[in-house]
């Protein structure tokens, strides 16, 4: 399988593809394809993806360059820091620890 040990660092902390797509407000099938890193698919979803991943999974999927540039920008937008993210994270660990099927 392709992401292996993505997708093993992403159950660790009880999220799968299906959970990450609800707090995306994005398909399961389009956030695949993002994650597999399909030509023309996701430059929105991932910019999401960054507020939602750890570090260590961003560079397992290859995108650490991005993501740097990324979080350059982020800074140079906003002066107040990662208010967004916290929150961000404060919603997927509500969504890791929601009841099976809750997303169904």
Known sequence: ???REFYRRL???GL????LAAILLTSRPHLTD???NVPGHGFQTRQKL?????PA???????AAEYRRWRYRQKKRCSTGNIVSAGVRQMVD???RAP???FS
């Open 34 to 36: 993002v994650l597999n």
């Open 57 to 63: 999974e961003i560079k397992l999927l290859g995108w």
């Open 11 to 13: 159950h660790a902390r």
């Open 50 to 54: 960054f507020l939602v991943l750890t």
């Open 94 to 96: 509500l969504v890791s």
């Open 1 to 3: 399988m392709k992401n």
């Open 16 to 19: 799968d593809t299906k959970k």
């Open 100 to 102: 099976e099927g809750a």
